[in-house]
């Protein structure tokens, strides 16, 4: 059987199991990007993510986190909800943890396609990664074809925007690259202009992390937040979307058709009132399988009273 013939059942099978978009891209150093990245962490842009820091030459070479690989498979899987929460002077969630926390349901799915390939190709090695292991997700995405990376630094698809998980597959399997394709973010300010606390760079493709909404509502484990951004959070309880929300490409974003991403009736209800009451009852009851749950009760509760 031919790699283009591989490749073609892959894809298929890819999009049986939900995945939106598949991209290929052979598996090597990244050279380029590693010099990036060390730039960005000597400047301290990961704040208190010292885990960034971490297994450098395994994040910049999946040849040492699969021994003999040849290919990175990288799957884009559309999270974007048609819900939105009732009360617009609620606290808000960011769109990718309306639902259960994706972690489980795209780590199932990308075992099924590992069987999947095994079953028919033959014994290929490889392994499965969703924000489990020291993998640069965005930058493989860009080198598969699968969009370029925004002045935002979120990867966007030009036909679908930028409201996707990324998944990876590590083969020992030779399969034909997709070729990347050219950033079109042009002269757009937007996300840049829109920002709240001021974390991407005046020119873009920049992010400081520790000013980033969204590390300071999920990463930063302090007891309150730094002073400086009272005032400018947004209301943002959890994570951000303003970046994606303000970004011309996602006017091409549709509703996904996960089940798993449904957001529960009493998430979407909740008033402002009752997000300023919270009690831990109802954090467990509401955010059973979220990701939510990773900043737990004390860590939501600071949030909320923060804005």
Known sequence: MTRQRHSLLIRQEAARLGFSFTGIAKAGPLDEEARHLEEWLHHGFHGQMQYMENNFDTRTDPTKLVPGAKSVIVLLHNYFPKEKQEDPDAPKLARYAYGEDYHFILKRKLKDLLAFIRQEIGEVQGRCFVDSAPVMERDWAKRAGLGWTGKNTLLIHPKAGSYFFLAELILNLELPPDQPMKDYCGTCRRCINACPTAAISPSGYLLDASRCISYLTIELRDETLPDEFRGKMDNWMFGCDVCQEVCPWNRFASPHNEPAFEPKLELMKMKNSEWREL?????????????????????????????
């Open 279 to 307: 009690t831990k009852e109802v954090f467990q009851q509401v955010f059973k399988k979220s990701a939510v749950k990773r900043t737990k009760y004390e860590g939501l509760k600071r949030n909320i009273d923060f804005l």
